[in-house]
T-cell receptor
């Protein structure tokens, strides 16, 4: 089982502030992901990375940005937080398994509230 | 357009009942299908299915995939209150690297 960590777990912040959500995994997985999930709604992929120096936007448009300078670290940044950014942000990493496909493991999530 | 449809969206049963959760999908370059259980926080992995007709089993949970008809089912027998959660289906699809697309989930409530 992968160990994947997210900080902070909860964040309440004012409009216009810059924030960085941290995500780290210790399993050496190349692929990492950020998902956004509103209460009771489905997960949406907002960013992913295939490895160091690789980042791609997901299927849900997001004003956030990501970076991947180290394999284990995949931080997400909002330059200027707005109330519309209030949501839960889930980080995941994945490993390939025999037979094709991958298994994703999720971090505990960061619940963000922008006032 | 790639899509995943889970049914029912919500289900209330009593302890001891057996439930079947459905997932149908339409994705390009299908690779595998994953089931997750999500309680109040992040999803936890249950199964990954890659081949049709081969049942995966873990305790009271089992799942099977039909790649011809593009669906999967998740069965839970002898349900317990601890099974109450949202169950998510996610096909893994796409090019050489692949990604997951998640359904809205089935919210299962098990009453004592």
């Amino acid at each position: 089982e992968a160990d994947i960590y997210q900080t902070p777990r909860y964040l309440v912040i004012g409009t216009g502030k810059k924030i960085t959500l941290e995500c780290s995994q210790t399993m050496g997985h190349d692929k990492m992901y950020w998902y956004q999930q509103d209460p009771g709604m489905e997960l949406h992929l907002i960013h992913y990375s295939y490895g160091v120096n690789s980042t791609e936007k997901g299927d849900l448009s997001s004003e956030s940005t990501v970076s991947r300078i180290r394999t284990e670290h995949f931080p997400l940044t909002l330059e200027s937080a707005r109330p519309s950014h209030t949501s839960q942000y889930l980080c995941a990493s994945s490993e390939r398994v025999a037979g094709g496909g991958e298994t994703q493991y999720f971090g505990p999530g960061t619940r963000l509230l922008v006032l | 357009e790639d899509k995943v449809v889970q049914s029912p969206l919500s289900l209330v049963v009593h302890e001891g009942d057996t439930v079947t959760l459905n997932c149908s999908y339409e994705v390009t370059n299908f690779r595998s299908l994953l089931w997750y259980k999500q309680e109040k926080k992040a999803p936890t992995f249950l199964f990954m299915l890659t081949s049709s007709g081969i049942e995966k089993k873990s305790g009271r949970l089992s799942s099977i995939l039909d790649k011809k008809e593009l669906f999967s089912i998740l069965n839970i027998t002898a349900t317990q209150t601890g099974d109450s959660a949202v169950y998510l289906c996610a096909p893994n699809y796409g090019g050489s690297q692949g990604n997951l697309i998640f359904g809205k989930g089935t919210k299962l409530s098990v009453k004592p």
